[in-house]
């Protein structure tokens, strides 16, 4: 699936902000990294911005969150592979956490999150640490991925990183 920006402005008009989730793979592993502040493992991602696509999301999160070596590695003639979606509505208190726009310029209340799954292809394996938002990084086959999955805390990050893992299985992307 190709999205157009028009279908990323009418995931706004819902009230969920598309947000791009980079399965990267390599040698048939998907990569988990590690956020220190949050004590959190999880799949890199972004949202994506007004006029924005998603392929240039994970391209502009992937140099600021990963690095610009890293990011490199990305190949520019591959296609990403869409590999599923899944939302996050916030608690009615927590709406509006982040001014939301249509690609217009019309504001639209904030309800939660539409994450957007993506299988990366990525020619190195390697992030370089000092270049990172992360300060760990793994490589995982489905069922080390699923192990790692279990120390998330937060039970709307754990189910959209599971999810994401299951769909990269089932399209025999991950072993």
């Not at 990267?24 to 972004?46: C, I, S």
């Not at 292809?121 to 370089?128: D, G, Q, T």
Request: charged share 30%.
């Amino acid at each position: 699936m190709t999205f157009t920006l028009p279908d990323i402005d009418t995931i706004r008009t819902t009230g969920f902000r598309p947000t791009a989730v980079a399965c990267f793979v390599h040698d048939r592993k998907v990569l988990l990294v590690f956020h220190e502040a949050y004590r959190l493992w999880q799949l890199p991602q972004g949202g994506v911005d007004n006029g924005e696509l998603p392929r240039a999301t994970i391209v502009r999160e992937s140099a600021e969150e990963l690095g610009e070596t890293f990011a490199e590695s990305i190949p520019e003639e591959k296609e990403l592979t869409f590999v599923g979606r899944d939302r996050v509505e916030f608690l009615p208190s927590k709406y509006n956490v982040r001014d939301l726009k249509l690609d217009s310029g019309e504001p639209v209340l904030m309800k939660g999150k539409e994450y957007l799954f993506f299988a990366v292809p990525v020619e190195s394996s390697e992030i370089k640490l000092a270049e990172s938002e992360f300060s760990q990084y793994e490589w995982h086959s489905y069922e080390s991925a699923q192990e790692r999955i279990e120390e998330i805390y937060q039970p709307g990050k754990q189910r959209i990183t599971r999810r994401a893992v299951q769909f990269l299985r089932d399209e025999k992307i991950i072993d």
